[in-house]
Every structure is written in C-alpha cells, then in structure tokens.
C-alpha cells in the first residue's frame, strides 16, 4: 500500500486500544465507475466513517455522498444525481484470511476497494431517464422521447460520413 494515497489510512490508535474508535471524514476525487453510471467528474467523494476496534479487526462504518453521472441506456441522455450509500465493512487481522477480505496491512487500512465495491454495488448496471423512455428509433436514430423528432443522438453525424449521404 502506498502511504501517499489519501485513501490509506494509519489506524495504529485504533488497533492497539481496547474499545478505541476514530472519525474518518474526507473530501477525495475518485475515478469509480461502470460503462453507464460513474462518480460525476468534477465532484468529490465524501466520506464520513468510524473505525471501530472490534474482535478480530477493525469495523469500519459510516456514509459516502457524492454525484452521480449516468447515461441512459435507451435514449443516451445524461443526467446527474446526488448518492448517499451507507457502508460497514469489516477488515479482517488475520493475513490468512479469504483473498477478497479486506486486511489490516502493517496498521493501515486501504479504503479505496472497498469504497469502489460500495460506489459499484449502488449504480444500476443498466441506468434508464425514465419508466417512460421510448429510447432512439433503430433506422435514423431519432430521440423517441423527443415532440420534434429531431435528432439528438450523439452518433447521428456519423451519418453525413457515408458514402451516399445526400450531404456530399
């Protein structure tokens, strides 16, 4: 682990006093994301945690918020929208332990995995604008949520580069 990451946290406090407990709270850019929805650039993750001393490791719990930015998988609108998920992840002492468990590493705990799993688990895989969203007609790629049938796909002036577009 490297100990320039902000997400990378010296909980040596914590780790060797009976019942000791310790506020993380930090503003920091992240790059989480999936094909659709990610954590809108430009905005910050903000986390809002308790490392707690528990048998066998360190409980962390807490709230992250942030900006969301998504584009819909019908229609390809973006849009953004506030988070807030509640985490309480458990990091294990015992370096034998499942692969995918998150560890105690020299009295240092990375956050970054497991604020990534929580951010990652929150999104829908496949975001929609709406219950109502007719998406892009599938021959000219118009926007079917659209009164004027104008063409607000991205990739629509992709078509003047064809061979027998009547733009040439």
Not at 50 to 60: D, K
Not at 75 to 98: H, M, N, Q, S
Request: hydrophobic content about 35%.
């Amino acid at each position: 682990m490297s100990a320039r990451s902000p997400l990378v946290v010296l909980v040596t406090d914590v780790l060797h006093s009976r019942g000791g407990h310790r506020p993380i709270r930090m503003q920091v850019p992240v790059d989480f994301g999936i094909e659709f929805s990610r954590v809108a650039p430009g905005h910050d993750l903000d986390i809002d945690l308790t490392v707690s001393r528990v048998s066998g490791g360190l409980m962390v719990r807490g709230t992250l918020s942030g900006v969301m930015s998504h584009t819909c998988a019908r229609c390809l609108k973006e849009w953004e929208e506030d988070f807030e998920i509640e985490v309480a992840e458990l990091f294990g002492e015992d370096t034998a332990a499942e692969e995918d468990a998150y560890q105690i590493d020299h009295d240092e705990i990375d956050l970054e995995p497991m604020l990534r799993d929580a951010v990652l688990l929150s999104v829908p895989l496949v975001p929609s604008c709406g219950e109502d969203c007719d998406g892009l007609g599938r021959s000219d790629e118009t926007d079917l949520n659209s009164t004027s049938g104008a063409s607000t796909s991205p990739f629509a002036v992709l078509k003047e580069l064809l061979p027998d577009s009547p733009n040439e």
